[in-house]
Structure formats: structure tokens, C-alpha cells
């Protein structure tokens, strides 16, 4: 039987149903019985690796299809409290479950006031990995809810017109219309209440931003969020326990973040459809007799394979991120797994011009002890400068007279990965020095607020006198493009019932904060996927 066939027998009942398609807030069918993880020789009729924003759009939308779904998730489950009751570490005080297998620390801010941050810890499988290539280290979160668990949770929609350049193939009035709505329902994306904002001490540092951005001539944008301001309320009036006000953000909010695993993930496992097995590294994808056979490592919490298993699929949805997937991808393609994939696999890389800077205020300027770790506005210098800068957080605890920025920057450079047979390993060739164009970009803002206010960079927070954080990314974009390496619906070439659906299909940069479009271009391929290959006999 072909595997759209089984596919389809296995989803009949749903198919036919009338709620198969609704929206993010539609009824659920079932109740979410808990079922066990993935066992050797299964057959499951969708596995799913990865289980961050692209992952978890896909469960949903099969599962609400009536398709049975396994998730597979190399990171924990987050779900459990550790010894201090709380799930997540503190920002301030990395602990084992801070860092993805490591022995130290590699904190973005490596520095303050000239001194070193990073601390040892123990070695373990926890939440962000600050994954070292040649030029760049590249941070992502690891665990049910992928980024969303670590994140901002800045929920931004590009701007319309700048749509065309970043996912040029896409119908951009059916992305307006249709797909960044769902998506940004589906998240529960919502806005600042302005008002309070304006008195809230917690915000000091984003009015002091603003402040500076106006009296230079820039455009300040207020940017949504996925945090439950309410919630924020309540932290600043003392009523409950507090998360963004208490720094957490980096390794996981305890509350108020409206991370996956409150949103797409519950309607998904709400279905009764959808199994995750967290702790389970997927290493293999290759054809089998009938549809693939599906390779996975089971692991222990201090990263030591306990089991491989081996188990097929009629469709494989690759959604391990942007490096996650195209590291499996160039690996399977060089190493005769998938051999038809095509030469687009691993390019058209980007780190979405991310780089980062502070500045140091006049004493007159504070910008409080108390900051918010969720974002909430950036400058827009755009068109004029290639620059976008959120005013993010530097929530230490102490009055530091800094202004922090992110910016995401009009970096034209792209990155390749490729499989190096010798060490075994995949390797990307992205190199520092390109990040000069978005030093460059950036500089076209804060030159000109430092000139303005009198003020100078700060050189203590990357290292000794260093001013600029070019040495890392947040955002990884690219490595299997849409369009490219893909048809224009995530479906890779040379194989039938492999997709693609996360940040891997978008070529390098988005302009802004990247999971909205991410979310939505997966709402729309699974649409289309949906329709097509599963309803329509194989
Ligand atoms: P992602 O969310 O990375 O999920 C991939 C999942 O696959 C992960 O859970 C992996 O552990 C898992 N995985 C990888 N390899 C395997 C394997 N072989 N087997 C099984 N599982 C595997 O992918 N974006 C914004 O829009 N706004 C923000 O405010 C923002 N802030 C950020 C702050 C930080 C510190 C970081 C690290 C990222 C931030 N981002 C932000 C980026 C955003 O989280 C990222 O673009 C998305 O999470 C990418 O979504 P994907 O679905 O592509």
C-alpha cells in the first residue's frame, strides 16, 4: 500500500468530518490520554521531529485531520519541578538545567563590568544550546516547545511591503489574510496595554529607549508579545509569583509566557492523536518497502544513548529548526541515506543579521532595577539603515545605566553546511567577519543616538572592550529553502511524504523576530499538504 494510502485509511473518520480544518480555538474531539513513548518497530503513520513551532503547527493540523501523529523531541519535557519547586532556572542563576550538555556556561552576555559570567555546571540535558559552529554560535531551545520555551515571545508580523523579500515565492495576500491571522491567534499573540506601560517601573529602561530613538529621528515601535500581560500586572502589584520581572526569560518562564506547550501543543495532545516522546534524537531517515524508516536514539538526562530505536512512517515532517534539520538533511544526503535530495539541501543559511549592543546612559537616564525580560518595542531604521532593533532587557538586578539592544540587521551573507566525512560531523562555513555589514546597519542608529545624547557604547558585556555581540544568533534561518530545496509547499524533492515545515525554509532572514512567519508559513503548507497528499489517494 503506498504511504498516502495508509495514510488516508488511517485518517478516514476525521477527514470527512466537518471539524478537521478549524481554527486554532475549534473543539477538541477527545480527551488527552497519556501514551507511552515511541517502542522499536512501531509503525506510526506521521512522525514529526522536532516540536517547536513548526513541529507543533503540524501535529495539530494532521492530528485535527484525523492523521495519529508522534512527536519526536531530543530535549525534555519540561513538565516536571525540580528541587526548588520550579521547572525553569532563573536567567541570574544558571543551573543544570540551563545549558544543552555542557560543563560551563556560554551566556550570551559573556561579561559585566569586565568580568567573566559563565560559571561550571553540571553536565546535563537542559534548555538552551549554545551550539558552536567555526564563525558563529548559534543559541536554541531544546525541549517540548523548542524556541518558544527559551524566547522573547516578540510575536512580530513583517511589514507587509518587506514580505516580498523574505519568502519571495509565497502568495502574500493569502499570508496576510489567512495565515499570519491564524498564526497569531493560534499563539496567542496580543499587545501591550499602553497605559499601564507608560507608568510601569519595570519599563523604565523601554521608556528611556524610546526616548532616545525619538530624539534621534527614529521610528519606535511598540512590537506583541506571547506573555499574559495580566499576568505581568499582577507580578508588578506583588499578587503573584513573578516570572518576566524576575528575569526569567533565557532558561524558561515558570509563569506568564504563553509558550507551545500552552498553546499549539495542548490542542494538539488534546485531540487524542498525538504522542510526544521527549528525550528521543532522530539520527536516520531512509526509504523503507513501504514508506521510511525512521532511526532514534533514546536518551538519558545526562545526554547517554539508553536505546536506539528503529521505526517507520508513512510521512516524515522534519521540523528540528533551522540547524537541527539541515544538519540531518546535508548529513543523509552525503551519506547515501537520502541520496536524491537536491543541491539546494544545507544553503541559503542566515543568522538573521542578529547582533547585539548596550550603551551606557548619563546618570540621569536609569533605566531602572527592575526590568522586564519580555520585550515590548523596537527602532525601525529599516529602509533607511537595514536595521531593526529591539530594546531589549538587561535585567540584573541593579541600577546599570545600559541600554541593551538586538538587532536584526540586513545581512546580505549566507552560510552553507556541508558534511565533513573525515571528522563526521556537519559543518557550517558562516565566518565572524560577515558580520561587518550588520555592525554597520546597527551603528546607523546608535551612532547617531550616541552623537545626540552625548553617550558612548558599552565595552564591558561581550568580553574586555568589546563593543558589539557579532558572535552568535538567536534567529537561524535557512538550509533547506523554500522553493529550492523544497517545492513551494515544504515538500522535498526527490522523495514523496518527506516535508519540511520550520525556520529551514526561509532564506536567512525575516526583517523581524522570526516565529510568527515561521508559525504561519507552517499553517499554510500543512493546509495545502493536507489537502492534496492526504486526501487524495496516493
Ligand atoms: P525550534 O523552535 O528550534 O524547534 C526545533 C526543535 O527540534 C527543538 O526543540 C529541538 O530540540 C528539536 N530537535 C532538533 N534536532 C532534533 C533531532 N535530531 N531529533 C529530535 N528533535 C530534534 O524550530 N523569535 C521571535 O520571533 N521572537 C523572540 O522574541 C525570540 N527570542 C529568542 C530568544 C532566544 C534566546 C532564542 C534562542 C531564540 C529566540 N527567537 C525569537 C527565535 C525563535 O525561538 C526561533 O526562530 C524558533 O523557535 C524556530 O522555530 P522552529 O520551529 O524552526
Known amino acids: ?64 485531520a484525523g492523521v495519529d501523529v508522534h512527536l519526536v523531541e ?51 540535558t537542559g534548555i538552551l544550546d549554545a551550539e558552536e559552529f567555526g564563525g558563529i554560535t548559534v543559541y536554541q531551545g531544546r525541549g517540548v516547545g523548542g524556541g518558544s ?8 508580523t513583517p511589514r507587509r511591503e518587506r514580505f516580498g523579500a523574505v519568502l519571495p515565492s509565497v502568495n502574500a495576500d493569502e499570508m496576510y489574510g489567512t495565515y499570519y491571522p491564524r498564526a497569531n491567534a493560534g499563539l496567542g499573540v496580543t499587545e501591550v496595554d499602553t497605559r499601564w506601560w507608560e507608568s510601569a517601573s519595570c ?35 506583588g499578587l503573584v509569583p513573578k516570572s518576566a520581572l524576575a528575569g526569567e ?46 532511526v532514534v536514539e533514546q536518551l538519558d538526562t545526562a545526554g547517554a544513548v539508553t536505546a536506539t530505536k528503529s521505526v517507520t512512517a508513512d510521512r516524515v515532517f522534519f521540523a528540528a529548526g533551522s540547524v537541527g534539520t539541515s544538519k540531518l538533511l546535508t548529513r543523509l544526503k552525503a551519506t547515501g541515506a537520502l541520496p536524491r535530495l537536491n543541491d539546494e539541501i544545507g544553503r541559503g543559511w542566515g543568522d538573521n543579521g542578529n ?44 541600577e546599570t545605566y545600559a541600554s541593551f539592544y538586538l538587532s536584526i540587521t540586513k545581512n546580505p551573507h549566507r552560510a552553507r553546511f556541508t558534511w565533513n566525512a573525515s571528522a563526521g560531523r556537519v559543518e557550517l562555513d558562516w565566518q565572524t567577519a560577515w558580520k561587518q555589514p550588520s555592525v554597520d546597519a546597527a551603528k546607523t542608529i546608535f551612532d547617531k543616538i550616541n552623537q545626540k545624547e552625548g553617550t558612548i557604547y558599552r565595552t564591558d558585556l561581550f568580553g574586555a572592550y568589546k563593543i558589539w555581540g557579532d558572535h552568535l544568533t538567536y534567529h537561524p534561518l535557512g538550509g533547506a529553502v523554500l522553493d529550492r530545496a523544497t517545492d513551494n509547499y515544504g515538500r522535498l524533492h526527490g522523495y514523496t511524504g518527506l516535508y519540511v515545515m520550520d525556520g529551514s525554509l526561509i532564506p536567512g532572514n525575516t526583517s523581524v523576530n522570526p516565529f510568527v512567519t515561521i508559525t504561519a508559513l507552517a499553517e499554510r503548507n500543512i493546509e495545502r499538504i493536507i489537502a492534496d497528499d492526504l486526501r487524495r489517494p496516493g
Open 1 to 64: 500500500m503506498s504511504p498516502s494510502r495508509r495514510l488516508l485509511l488511517a485518517g478516514t473518520g476525521a477527514l470527512l468530518g466537518t471539524a478537521a480544518l478549524g481554527g486554532p480555538g475549534s473543539p477538541t474531539v477527545h480527551a488527552a490520554p497519556r501514551r507511552p513513548a515511541l517502542t522499536n518497530g512501531e509503525h506510526v503513520a506521521a512522525l514529526v521531529i522536532g516540536t517547536g513551532y513548526g513541529g507543533s503547527v503540524t501535529a495539530l493540523r494532521l492530528a485535527r
Open 74 to 124: 531530543m530535549g525534555m519535557a519540561w513538565d516536571t519541578p525540580g528541587p526548588d519547586g520550579n521547572v525553569f532556572a532563573n536567567t541570574t542563576r544558571p543551573d543544570h538545567r540551563s545549558f544543552w550538555l555542557r560543563t560551563r556556561t556560554k551566556q550570551p552576555l559573556s561579561n559585566f563590568l569586565g568580568f567573566p559570567l559563565d560559571k561550571d555546571v553540571p553536565r546535563h
Open 149 to 156: 520555551l527559551v524566547n522573547g515571545g516578540m510575536a512580530v
Open 203 to 237: 519599563y523604565q529602561y523601554a521608556r528611556v529607549g524610546r526616548k532616545h530613538a525619538e530624539r534621534s529621528g527614529f521610528p519606535f515601535v511598540f512590537v506583541p508579545n506571547v506573555y499574559d500581560w495580566e499576568y505581568m500586572k499582577q507580578e508588578l502589584a
Open 249 to 294: 526569560v533565557l532558561y524558561g518562564n515558570n509563569h506568564g509566557k504563553k509558550s507551545l506547550q500552552k498553546t499549539y501543543l495542548a490542542q494538539a495532545k488534546a485531540t487524542g492523536r498525538v504522542t510526544v516522546s521527549p528525550l528521543h534524537r532522530v539520527t536516520s531517515v531512509a526509504p523503507a518497502a513501504s514508506g521510511y524508516t525512521v
Open 355 to 398: 547582533v547585539m549592543c548596550g550603551r551606557a546612559n548619563h546618570m540621569w537616564d536609569a533605566t531602572g532595577k527592575l526590568q522586564s525580560a519580555m520585550p515590548t518595542a523596537g527602532i525601525d531604521n529599516w529602509d533607511a539603515g537595514g536595521a531593526f532593533a529591539e530594546v531589549a532587557p538587561l535585567p540584573t538586578g541593579i
